[in-house]
């Protein structure tokens, strides 16, 4: 936003013709999607009524699903943070991945880390954090900003992008406005990264309290699910009213966000498997170590002094 304030910076935005048309296209396109998907869920009114009560239930009894989630994680293998606010959650962070030596991180896509201004954070203390998902990354390459809580780049045609492809990611390279050849320069320039880069980032859809699962979809609140499983430390990101009671509670939820056309990755703890001696391996389909880093703003971690 302009420092003149938004509405000086609206007027001009609303002066751009060529904004104006990619807004539009956009969101028509956005909304009829949307209008598809309702009508053909004829119970879409009592999965948002269900979903409202499945956080109610989890709200009503946090500090107890919070305790219950910090034992199922560690008793995974897993470790977690509690962060007061998103300035220790981002040093939470930072430390994690300056601990590996790592001068840069996967980010996936989040809204649970963009909230808290996590990628500012990391860079200030000389870590890198690599956007992963397509319209992150064609903002960050071009030192933009998002214009959509869902779709980043709403603002942006696919001849501006292949414009900004070939002035960094694709030099020299003669693109096309085509989505897959965009989208093959993109994957080109971040399969290095995924290979060598250390650490993972993401938010999540959810933390089921009972068994200390990660629950990850796909969508805007976690991003591109597959990245997690690459890395060999991940670290995930969850604000407390993400955390469900139960898996049950979990599915219902998913279902309400019609999350299960979707493919859904549930991690609980490190990878982990075992041969045919029942000998456990670690990090063999997936990372190592695994921390969960739980923000909830102006509440205290669980009190475990003796005369709690």
Not at 6 to 33: C, E, H, M, W, Y
């Amino acid at each position: 936003m302009s420092r003149t304030g938004f509405p000086a910076a609206a007027k001009v935005a609303l002066a751009d013709a060529q904004l104006r048309r990619n807004v539009g296209k956009a969101t028509t396109s956005i909304r009829a999607k949307r209008a598809t998907v309702v009508q053909e869920l004829p119970d879409w009114q009592a999965l948002r009524d269900a979903g409202a009560a499945i956080k109610a239930r989890a709200m009503a009894t946090l500090p107890e699903q919070l305790e219950r989630l910090e034992a199922a994680v560690t008793a995974a293998g897993g470790t977690v943070h509690w962060a007061r606010d998103g300035a220790e959650a981002n040093a939470i962070v930072s430390r994690i991945a300056r601990g590996h030596g790592a001068r840069e991180v996967i980010k996936v896509k989040s809204l649970a880390t963009d909230e808290i201004g996590l990628n500012d954070a990391l860079a200030r203390d000389g870590v890198a954090a690599i956007e992963t998902d397509l319209a992150e990354l064609i903002l960050q390459l071009a030192g933009d900003h998002p214009s959509h809580i869902l779709v980043p780049a709403i603002h942006r045609n696919r001849a501006e992008i292949r414009a900004l492809f070939e002035r960094t990611i694709a030099r020299g390279e003669i693109l096309t406005t085509a989505p897959t050849a965009l989208a093959d320069a993109a994957r080109r320039h971040l399969r290095e990264k995924f290979m060598t880069v250390p650490v993972a980032v993401s938010g999540a859809n959810f933390a089921v309290a009972e068994t200390g699962t990660i629950v990850l979809d796909g969508s805007a609140p976690c991003g591109r699910r597959a990245l997690t499983l690459v890395p060999d430390h991940y670290v995930c990101v969850v604000r407390a009213d993400q955390v469900v009671v139960d898996v049950p509670d979990a599915i219902a939820a998913l279902r309400r966000m019609d999350a299960t056309r979707r493919p859904i990755t549930l991690v609980s703890g490190p990878s982990a498997t075992s041969d045919i001696e029942l000998e456990r391996v670690e990090g063999v389909h997936g990372p190592r170590m695994l921390d969960v880093v739980v923000v909830r703003p102006r509440a205290r971690e669980p009190d475990r002094s003796p005369d709690a």
